[in-house]
């Protein structure tokens, strides 16, 4: 297919956006729900379709940027509206509908008895259409209305259940914590163009922002200025924080799961919170020019794997484990991009698109058979009722822990996951002060894939083993911790009460279709694309120069043996401590529980110190800025001059008596005094 056909792929996702939110509850009247939710399916298959065939053209050679006419022509900056047709623009085209054509045809069933069913699809077309303009604009400017796009979109998903008070903070705090991040993106894309109008002020007929004027523009003037690198970096970084995740700003990840779960499944397989990790692709050659930078990245990413892994074992909710291992996995792609493994950190974004979203949809299946409850303290045995969900979780579980047999087969995850680690502990790039930071975030790295397999194998073990007289025993259980669906006041849960004689049942074709296909694609994913190092030849035909070559054995022995040892290793102790079901001191009299679980459940207390910071000290700033400021200062000036005018008007009011004869003095008092002046001006002027 034409490389200029390539605005069809975002075309498509409009079309339903508008159709939906025009016609939608029109066209649900008049033929249903089911003709509506394929219009909201069409539009994404469409679109992948499109993009199949336009990046199997790609085989041979990268199309340029293609224009589709012009768009800011202001002040000598040129802004032409334009998509960029690479291999990294179509890796992520075919994953945001690939993926997210799953993840709509799952929501079909899942949101079936949804009452704002029209307005669900709307906002999820909506939301695709946003992340490929992020993806396919050949420019900053179109990737920064896309990113801008993507946060609108997962502020409306987030609190889609609006009426519900938790789900609108959290959408709030997704919306308020990303603002903190797309502030630094801001500051980072001024400092470019600052730089590029200093350094090269004729760029290109004025194309300070598009990738192939500006790129090789930018390596050149950041070669003349090495400080400035640093700079961009860090800011773009920010930015890249915020939406993918990163410490400190992962906070609004874990409570954007107050959104129904196929949103849950869109953001965190295929779509927002891999921009940043785009960004830095795209970006790349900043952080080639500062180690510094690219050391911050490596930490930063570390940390966030580390921490996120060791928060997501105090977790009982379902969901929020799964949340807080994408805030984990995210970790990991920035180790890579901080190592220089560009292409290892792009390689685990797509082998995670296939396990995440499977996992997320599986869990959203479980939930769906367990009345919408999400804590897994009420599960057990749940593989008697639910085969097809079980086996996929499986298979989903043995890719996101690496599981493989090296020179024999791994699932997904394990050859992205050994790709990052290998960038990291083969690199010497970040550093600071001869600190190989880049190798220790590796070694953290492969600890955390240890810590990943046992929380994934708590996780299957607590759902789908054990006994269910857990849940059998507990009569009319309340849906505490829910998904929310009797936030619109429906009758979703009075329906699916979870009580001794609720049976859990399979979900619809609808529904385990997709988890069937992204199955296939966790097994068979990985392999297809490791093989011959098709991936990294693929999205970076040229080696980037700071990648180098990744060694295999970093203390002689092969890192693929590091990694089966922490897989493997983690799902046996997973498997030895919660085979049996769930321990005593892990129930639900969480008073029982050691010191470190509940750490593990409150965050180590950071989001609520940042909470109270943020609130009650933005609080006492405010109220100070009030009590010096606005009273102190300025009403003080205001109330000065209003009592210096009341003295003057009070000295002047004693004159007022309303006598004729004392004003006729004083009338007369100011002519002598008058004539007096002139007369000594002239006495003057004669002399």
């Known amino acids: 297919m034409n490389y200029e056909s390539i605005w069809l792929v975002l075309l498509f996702p ?32 469409l679109s992948f379709g499109v993009g199949l065939a336009i990046t199997l053209g790609l085989k041979e050679a990268a199309a340029g940027p293609v224009t589709i006419g012009d768009w800011i022509n202001a002040g000598g900056l040129s802004i032409p509206f334009e998509f960029v047709v690479d291999p990294l623009s179509m890796t992520m085209v075919l994953i945001i509908t690939g993926v997210g054509a799953l993840i709509h045809l799952y929501a079909t069933g899942y949101m079936n008895e949804d009452k704002e069913y029209a307005r669900f699809f709307t906002y999820m077309n909506l939301f695709i259409a946003s992340m490929l303009l992020l993806v396919l604009g050949a ?97 773009l970084f920010v930015g890249a924080a915020g939406k993918s995740a990163q410490f400190p700003l992962y906070i609004w990840l874990p409570d954007a799961m107050a959104g129904p779960t196929p949103v849950s499944a869109l953001i965190h397989a295929a779509t927002m919170v891999t921009s940043g990790v785009v960004l830095l692709n795209r970006m790349h050659i900043v952080f080639e020019m500062s180690a510094v930078a690219s050391a911050v990245v490596c930490v930063i990413g570390a940390f966030t794997a580390l921490f996120a892994a060791l928060i997501a ?9 799964l949340a807080y291992s994408t805030v984990s996995q995210l970790g990991f792609m920035f180790i890579a991009c901080g190592s220089g493994a560009y292409w290892a950190g792009m390689f685990h974004v797509t082998t995670h698109a296939f396990f995440k979203a499977l996992l997320f949809l599986g869990a959203g299946a479980v939930i769906h058979a367990m009345a919408h409850n999400q804590d897994m303290r009420n599960y057990g045995n749940l593989r008697k009722y639910l085969p097809i969900t079980f086996w996929t979780m499986v298979i989903g579980t043995l890719a996101i822990c690496a599981v493989g047999i090296p020179g024999v087969f791994g699932f997904a995850g394990f050859y992205s996951k050994e790709a990052i680690l290998g960038g990291a502990l083969a690199n010497s790039h970040a550093q ?37 007289e857990r849940w059998r025993a507990i009569p009319a259980l ?84 590091y990694s089966m040892i922490a897989a493997l290793g983690g799902i046996a102790l997973g498997l030895a401590f919660y085979l049996k079901g769930l321990p005593k001191n892990q129930g639900f009299d969480e008073s029982s529980w050691i010191s470190l679980r509940r750490a593990e459940r409150d965050q180590f207390g950071f989001d609520n110190a940042l909470t109270v ?26 109330e000065g001059f209003g009592t210096v005018s009341g003295g003057i008007g009070q000295l002047m009011k004693r004159w007022q008596t309303g006598y004729i004869r004392l004003y006729a003095l004083m009338m007369l008092l100011g002519f002598v005094t008058l004539i007096g002046y002139f007369a000594f001006a002239i006495e003057r002027g004669v002399h």
């Open 14 to 45: 409009i079309l339903g956006f508008l159709i939906q939110a025009l016609l939608g509850t029109k066209i649900e009247k008049a033929l249903g729900r089911k003709v509506l939710g394929a219009i909201a399916v069409l539009p994404i298959v």
């Open 139 to 235: 420019n900053l400017v179109l990737l920064y209305v896309g990113w801008e796009g993507v946060g609108l979109c997962s502020y409306l998903l987030i609190g889609f259940w609006y009426k519900d008070l938790a789900n609108a903070k959290a959408a709030n705090k997704a919306f308020i914590v990303n603002r903190i991040g797309d502030w630094g993106l801001s500051l980072g894309l001024m400092l470019i163009v600052a730089l590029l109008l200093t350094s090269q002020p004729n760029l290109a007929g004025g194309r300070y922002l598009s990738y192939d004027t500006m790129l090789p523009a930018l390596k050149a003037a950041l070669t003349s200025h090495p400080d400035m690198a640093t700079a961009i970096a860090l800011l």
């Open 313 to 321: 074992f105090g977790q009982t909710d379902i969901k929020k484990v």
């Open 432 to 468: 600071i002060n001869g600190i190989q930071l880049g190798q220790i975030a590796g070694w953290v790295g492969l600890g955390v894939a240890a810590l990943t397999s046992i929380y994934m194998t708590r996780l299957t073990c607590l759902t789908f083993l054990g006994k269910e």
């Open 478 to 561: 309340a849906a505490d911790n829910h998904d929310d669906h009797a936030a619109e006041g429906d009758d979703h849960d009075a329906h699916h009460e979870l009580d001794a004689n609720h049976t859990p049942h399979e979900v619809p074709v609808s529904m385990w279709l997709p988890l069937v296909v992204l199955a296939i694609l966790s097994i068979g994913g990985g392999f297809a694309l490791a093989n011959g190092n098709a991936f990294e030849h693929w999205l970076y035909p040229n080696p980037l120069p700071v990648l180098g070559t990744v060694s295999t054995e970093p203390t002689g022995i092969p890192l693929a043996i």
């Open 613 to 638: 910071a943020s609130v009650e000290g933005g609080g006492d700033i405010a109220r100070g800025l009030w009590q010096w400021i606005d009273e102190g200062l300025i009403d003080g000036i205001v």
